[in-house]
């Protein structure tokens, strides 16, 4: 039997399993991480993610049919951007090498695991994108009846990619939060597992990339660990990974964690700067960035308790920021990812120019959490010269461009 | 030094480094697998997949500053598609969880590691589309002068994904075939290295995936391999692999080996079908699969030739038959592919349905060659439901969709 806790009130005596949120305060919910005699090892020669860091998750056994391989993806040493800033190494976790391209996939596998293994046969998401692919996806292969819900507006090209998967697609009109709360209220009378963003297994599930980070820094926690910002799971997920590392007294020291949130819809960078522990509705969003553009983030308040505890760092970058970071990435390194995970790098170079992050403090690892093939609107504004001749001008031309 | 041979002539003396075709029969060159004293060893304790199987590689060393990460790609069994066929297995090696979506990147980082250790400053590509991005991504990432020749009429997405990786972007008029040729000819004459589908250590680079599939089938041979097949480099690169580990005495069979063309271009298929050694020109070219359909593969007649020696079969699908499998394997399986690359599973079912394929014949391994995410445009077709509601509503539209 799995047990819950709150960061505020401890341990939970009983959770309702439709709801992420506490039933004392309504802050998120965590699973209290189980202790195993002996330690918890991490088996380097099993074929799965899931299997390798099968200590560390909440669930009885691992289901390979479940699995679309999620997870394992390269730690890539970015030789030309660490140089640029004076830095000793800059990293990126690439995770748009995940099966749909993008970070949900290690929280959507857990939660699916788990789902399965307790009868549950249907399932659902909210979501802008990268989460309705990844649960349409894993949804399809487990065989279960998959509800997505999606802001109406929602661009074309994501509504297709989780549509070809089969599930049940649902264009919502109204606000993103009111939707987050109403399909938690309507998939527990109807007996739908919704796994929202911040949904407890699915946070475990984000742990997999801070443990596969220490198995590629060599055993060691990165000095600066940077990671886009928007509901809050994902880095309440890597930051929880790493106090495992510490409790099971694998890693010494924790790495510095700065969450990246856009510009245009920053409650949480906001917070941080006031020194304020609850963040406020911003009255306005306007980024480009739609994966990470949550104005009420649900694990809001807990990300800015975490992130003080651990004396982390909350910042914010603009629309042209990320845009210039992204074609950065792409032409200096080779990576192509949403602007969403280029935030990273933009923050990593405003740490670097404001003297917050010197050449003696080590490394940092930037997780880039998704593909840029995600997002094809967004090419449009990346400058591209074409030059169209006929095949009689092929040698005048190469030549000229040397 | 490496030394190069031809299926026809045998080793070769010299080699035009410009040129991927035997000086003598014009037949593409291969290099002659060095023999190494001891055995060749897979070293799977190694990060990258280049430094696994680097015994197996014409290379003095890896660099991995050169490296994104390519290959490790997940083998994912195929549970329900191989029930419905009544077959014992059916696996999905997904290249597309490679760097830049698409199996592709093997061959450009085997291709530019050896460029960049030859002190090599300028690499060139012809592509339609995936070895654009692959090509564009890995020269940006070394820092070489990188020239892209894409046919004119190339999607926009096609072109942006590999443009923002800052290439010499050219578009050309004419002939694709004629576009390959004349890209040596003026390589040569400008000092471009122009690695194009049938590049020797291009096709050096696809045999990591026939060793993985290798790896994760236990150390051995699958009954049959389905590869998409259009120039020929890819299915030529794996049929070489399995040559080398045949050859140290890794595996005591080989598979069957399954190129799949797309009906509306399938020229080495009508050649295969008709018991003849040299393919002729489709009178017209007419598919949606734009990544395969190379009406005149400057290996085709090499791959007639390893096909028969190694009692291969070559077969054709149709587009519907492609898209239909392409649905399939995202509702059935999870994943989400281009349709060229579900012409493997395509190709399958018609071997079943023709009785070809039996239930005791063992394990098929399908080679899923690139990301759906490649192709929105095809997404177009997908018949895909849209419930749209106000928020109100959501219960009574979750309750009617049960």
Redesign the interface.
């Known amino acids: 039997m799995d047990r819950f806790e709150c960061l505020i009130c401890g341990p939970v005596a009983s959770r309702d399993p439709y709801s992420p949120f506490c039933p004392g305060c309504a802050e998120p919910l965590f699973l209290v991480p189980a202790a195993r005699s002996g330690g918890k090892i991490i088996h380097e020669d099993r074929?799965l993610a899931l299997e390798r860091f099968a200590d560390f998750l909440p669930l009885d056994g691992i289901d390979?049919?479940l699995?679309?391989?999620e997870g394992?993806?390269?730690?890539?040493?970015l030789?030309?951007t660490g140089a640029a800033m004076g830095l000793a190494a800059v990293y990126a976790k690439?995770e748009?090498?995940?099966?749909?391209?993008s970070f949900k996939d290690r929280g959507t596998a857990v939660a699916v695991q788990k789902a399965v293994s307790l009868g549950i046969k249907?399932i659902g998401t909210v979501s802008t994108g990268n989460m309705a692919?990844s649960t349409a996806?894993?949804?399809?292969?487990a065989?279960l009846?998959t509800?997505v819900?999606l802001k109406?507006g929602t661009a074309v090209?994501s509504?297709?990619?989780a549509?070809?998967?089969?599930p049940?697609?649902?264009?919502?009109?109204?606000?993103y939060g009111?939707?987050f709360r109403?399909?938690l209220d309507?998939g527990k009378?109807?007996g739908?597992s919704f796994m929202n963003s911040i949904d407890p297994y699915r946070m475990e599930g984000y742990k997999l990339t801070a443990f596969e980070i220490y198995l590629?820094m060599g055993r060691r926690s990165p000095r600066f660990l940077f990671v886009p910002l928007s509901s809050g799971g994902h880095l309440l997920g890597l930051m929880r990974a790493f106090e495992d590392l510490e409790r099971e007294k694998l890693i010494a020291t924790y790495p510095t964690f700065v969450g990246v949130q856009a510009q245009g819809c920053a409650p949480l960078a906001t917070a941080f700067a006031a020194g304020l522990d609850r963040y406020e509705r911003p009255a306005e969003v306007r980024t480009i960035a739609h994966a990470i553009s949550n104005p009420t983030p649900p694990a809001g308040n807990a990300v800015l308790r975490l992130i003080h505890d651990h004396k982390g760092i909350l910042l914010a970058v603009t629309d042209e920021e990320m845009l210039e970071a992204?074609?950065e990435l792409?032409?200096?390194?080779?990576?192509?990812c949403q602007p969403e995970s280029a935030t990273t790098l933009a923050a990593l170079k405003k740490l670097v120019a404001a003297g917050r992050i010197a050449e003696k403090s080590g490394d940092a690892v930037l997780v880039l959490t998704g593909?840029?093939?995600?997002t094809?609107h967004l090419?449009?504004s990346?400058p591209?010269?074409?030059?169209?001749?006929?095949?009689s001008g092929?040698?005048s031309?190469?030549?000229r461009?040397?």
Do not use: W
Not at 96 to 101: E, K, L, S
Not at 330 to 336: S, V
Not at 371 to 374: A, E, F, Q, R, T
């Open positions: 074929p390979p049919g699995s679309l391989g394992m993806t390269p730690l890539v040493r030789g030309r690439n748009a090498q995940n099966p749909t391209g249907r692919a996806a894993y949804g399809a292969r065989g009846e509800f819900l109406e090209t509504l297709k990619a549509g070809i998967h089969g049940r697609l649902i264009a919502v009109e109204g606000d009111s939707l109403a399909s309507v009378r109807l739908i590629q992204q074609r792409a032409a200096a390194e080779g990576l192509f593909s840029g093939l995600k094809p090419l449009e990346v591209v010269e074409i030059h169209r001749i006929p095949l092929l040698e031309c190469l030549s461009l040397f």
